[in-house]
């Protein structure tokens, strides 16, 4: 099992260009997740899906939309990106919402000039 | 004041040395998760607990739900140790509210 991949690992992009960011699960997990990463600070929710056909917001839910393609897959996208974007993202998974452990991707770092 | 705290932020330690890290929260909890992320950037889930203590190998977590506190030591650490120390607590929606990390520097 390759658990929770994500593309790319690095990216640089110019304000006001776009991208998605690509997460992936083989482990048959119903939630999925996306987080951000800055420096001196703890991970903030940027969006999640409970179950496969729902999203929501997260703490830090602005400049981005998600889709929950199927199961297996949830993706970030940034519209239009800003340097405050300058962030490592990591997806995550697990089993259902409540106690069970994540697992979480490799993360991609992606700089916003 | 964020809702959970870690300390130290940063420890320095000699190879041999018992580890101690803190992480202190102000919300209801269903849970507790600590986490460890690694120089290269992965994150990997250590523990999870509600009340007690868990042990795995060198590591043990300990929860204290009426004082809203849990610690996680580490014994003989090793330089293979090093990594950051995440604490994250469950609230009543089962979502994750993180502490910013621990920096925990073993010198052999």
New interface residues.
Partial sequence: NAGVTQTPKFQVLKTGQSMTLQCAQDMNHNSMYWYRQDP??????IY?SASEGTTDK?EVPNGYNVSRLNKREFSLRLESAAPSQTS?Y?C?SRWF????????G??T?LTVT | K?E?EQSPQNLTAQEGEFITINCSYSVGI??L?WLQQHPG?????LF?L?SGKKKHGRLIATINIQEKHSSLHITASHPRDSAVY?C?V?DSN????????TKLIIKP
Avoid: K
């Fill in positions: 001196g600070m703890g991970l903030r929710l999640y997260g490592v990591f995550a919402q409540g106690d069970y452990e994540q697992y979480f490799p993360g770092r | 964020n959970v269903s849970a998760h950037g992965g994150i990997v889930s999870m509600s995440i994250a469950m089962y979502q994750l509210i993180w502490g910013a990390g």
